[in-house]
């Protein structure tokens, strides 16, 4: 038996129980980092009225962690190839404290330092790059989806952040969501810390300065391609993840509180179905689940377009949405661990992270000009429909090319 066999480092044939240790702890981490890149969402309506802002300094407002979350893992997953995620797992979660706090106790009274904190709290979306890269290292090619898909329902912390935030607030005060997420930040790296540890055979970086690196990596074919496809998978479900309140209220005359209960019921659909993605890819390989999913929303999104009763057709199109776009999320990166170069897996991953979290934000932009435009939604729902037609055939035609499966897979 080779060293970095005996010192634990994953195999073809089998799964180490330190890569499930692994899983396990970089899952926590994610979804408490993605609990703290949501909270100022949740509190939206509260800044708004205490800083009397306009619905478009509101939307700025919201958006900025995100926007900045998203395009921070491309050097984040770059600088995972290089350190490691036992270093970037850490200093990310420790260095994420510093705009909860200040955002919790120095900012409330400031739109400008709002969106300062807000644009410093984007590097808690950035996780989802150090993750990938650590979960690739230690599983063998045919439990990878699996593993990633497991990790990626750490997403679920927007979903906790959703549902506990306000709560928090009027029970026990302004400033306690943020004193307990900054607790939670600062036991887990030091527990990270202490527990984490990157495989023993993990691929080294390529060579070359980190701009070159993300610029040949950028010009991957299989770079493109994935980010294409995860910006409408996962594009799509931060879409409608952040739109379908106003969508269900305008279009269906739903009270804002039972419209927050279906998008609750969406999002918490979606990120159950994403290890599932992930476990389908390793049985049957994740380009026939992904055409298989995009074949679903395309179909779903068209009934959606008729504008069909909620409590007949409507509801079950999308949740059937939701459960084929959370599922496409866990394939894409089921796909990225077999295609991706070795030593270059946490580059592509900040890449087609950083186009999964920007794909989200055109949809809204493009739904709120139709209605104000026709009045209805039904245009938007059709342009969706077409292009997960598009995604459906180019994965199924177009990706094969990409599939560099390893032969122990």
Not at 33 to 61: D, R, V
Not at 83 to 99: D, E, N, Q, V, Y
Not at 191 to 201: F, G, H, Q
């Amino acid at each position: 038996m080779s060293g970095a066999a005996a010192a634990g480092a994953p195999t073809a044939t089998a799964v180490p129980r330190q890569a499930w240790v692994m899983l396990g702890v970089a899952t926590v981490g994610f979804a408490i980092n993605f609990w703290a890149w949501a909270l100022i969402s949740p509190l939206g309506a509260f800044y708004t009225e205490a800083l009397s802002l306009s619905a478009l300094q509101k939307s700025l407002l919201v958006a900025v962690p995100v926007i900045v979350g998203s395009l921070g893992r491309i050097p984040v997953g770059a600088l995972t190839d290089r350190f490691g995620a036992r270093t970037m797992f850490p200093l990310l979660s420790a260095l994420t404290i510093l705009p909860v706090l200040f955002i919790g106790y120095v900012a409330g009274d400031s739109y400008a330092l709002m969106l300062l904190g807000g644009l410093v709290l984007g590097l808690g979306g950035t996780t989802f790059a150090i993750g990938v890269p650590l979960l690739n290292a230690w599983f063998p090619p045919a439990k990878r989806g699996t593993a990633l898909g497991v990790f990626g329902a750490g997403m679920g912390g927007t979903a906790i952040s959703a549902f506990s935030t306000v709560q928090l607030r009027d029970a026990v005060g302004p400033e306690f969501p943020f004193v307990l997420v900054a607790v939670l930040l600062a036991g887990y790296a030091v527990v990270s810390w202490l527990l984490l540890r990157d495989a023993p055979d993990r691929p080294p970086p390529a060579g070359g300065s980190f701009l070159r690196r993300t610029w040949e990596t950028f010009r991957l074919p299989i770079t493109l391609q994935l980010s294409f496809l995860y910006a409408v998978g996962f594009g799509g479900f931060v879409a409608f993840s952040v739109y379908l309140p106003t969508y269900l209220r305008d279009a269906f005359d739903l009270e804002p509180g039972d419209a927050a209960l279906r998008t609750a019921g969406f999002v918490v659909l979606a990120v159950v179905m994403r290890p599932v993605g992930g476990i389908l890819s390793d049985r049957f390989h994740p380009i026939p689940v992904l055409t298989v999913c995009f074949a679903v929303v395309t179909v779903f999104a068209a009934i959606s377009a008729l504008e069909q009763p909620l409590e007949t057709f409507g509801t079950v199109a999308f949740l059937g949405m939701a459960a084929a776009l959370g599922a496409s999320s866990g394939a894409v990166f089921a796909l990225v661990a077999i295609a991706a170069p070795p030593g270059k897996v946490g580059a592509v991953t900040g890449i087609v992270g950083a186009a999964g979290g920007l794909g989200g934000f055109a949809p809204p932009l493009v739904m709120g000009a139709i209605y104000g435009w026709v009045g209805n939604y039904q245009p938007g729902l059709w342009l969706l429909a077409i292009t997960a037609a598009v995604a459906a055939c180019f994965t199924a035609w177009g990706m094969q090319a990409g599939d560099h499966r390893s032969s122990t897979g």
